[in-house]
């Protein structure tokens, strides 16, 4: 059953901890996205990685990290220094290229107490 | 940059009543457009996508949207909707060639039943 699976779907953390939020896809696709979807404000580019081994900054990069060291994989580190890290957090994937339509994970929702 | 702008944050209407959404962008160049959706629980999915050629398109449940260049939009419509029609609307933009997605603020459409 291909799609892109996000874990956990709740995460709570104390105030100063980094967490990393994980995605997977198993739809072969090359390029992978890290999006936060606040009341609102829509969904906001965090990171993108195009290919394996590279990866670039969104518009919203502050405050997390990433690595991409498999295809298949493209995990979220929500870092103490984001300043308001409670929120929806959406991973995505892409063929890439031109013809950019994105496939959506559940989400996971990230609460900071 | 690039910017998306959906102006009707909700909606409210009876079921068998027209949907018209608007979103418009900003950009000068070649876009591919995009309309997601989002029900409650569920993952963020495509609607409908416009790449080239027919400025009319017709995505899944009905839905449509048309694609005005003079006018930098691309309003979504739904002739009679139904109570399942109850979610948030995602507008996107990718450039032509681009590779990465600009989101509008969403609409919540609640359907009466």
């Known amino acids: 059953d291909g799609g892109i699976t996000q874990s956990p779907k709740y995460l709570f953390r104390k105030e100063g901890q980094n967490v990393t939020l994980s995605c997977e896809q198993n739809?072969?696709?090359?390029?992978m996205y890290w999006y936060r979807q606040d009341p609102g404000q829509g969904l906001r580019l965090i990171y993108y990685s195009q290919i394996v081994n590279d990866f670039q900054k969104g518009d919203i990069a502050e405050g997390y990290s990433v690595s991409r060291e498999k295809k298949e994989s493209f995990p979220l580190t929500v870092t103490s220094a984001q300043k308001n890290p409670t929120a929806f957090y959406l991973c995505a994937s892409s063929i890439g290229g031109q013809y950019n339509e994105q496939f959506f994970g559940p989400g996971t929702r990230l609460t900071v107490l | 940059a690039q910017s998306v702008s959906q102006h009707n944050h909700h909606v409210i209407l009876s079921e068998a009543a027209s949907l018209e959404l608007g979103c418009n962008y900003s950009y000068g160049g070649t876009v591919n457009l995009f309309w997601y959706v989002q029900y409650p629980g569920q993952h963020l999915q495509l609607l409908l996508k416009y790449f080239s050629g027919d400025p009319l398109v017709k995505g899944i449940k009905g839905f449509e949207a048309e694609f005005i260049k003079s006018k930098f939009s691309f309003n979504l419509r739904k002739p009679s909707v139904q109570w399942s029609d109850t979610a948030e609307y995602f507008c996107a933009l990718d450039k032509a060639a681009g590779n990465k997605l600009t989101f509008g603020g969403g609409t919540r459409v609640l359907v009466k039943p």
């Open positions: 739809l072969n696709h090359d390029a």
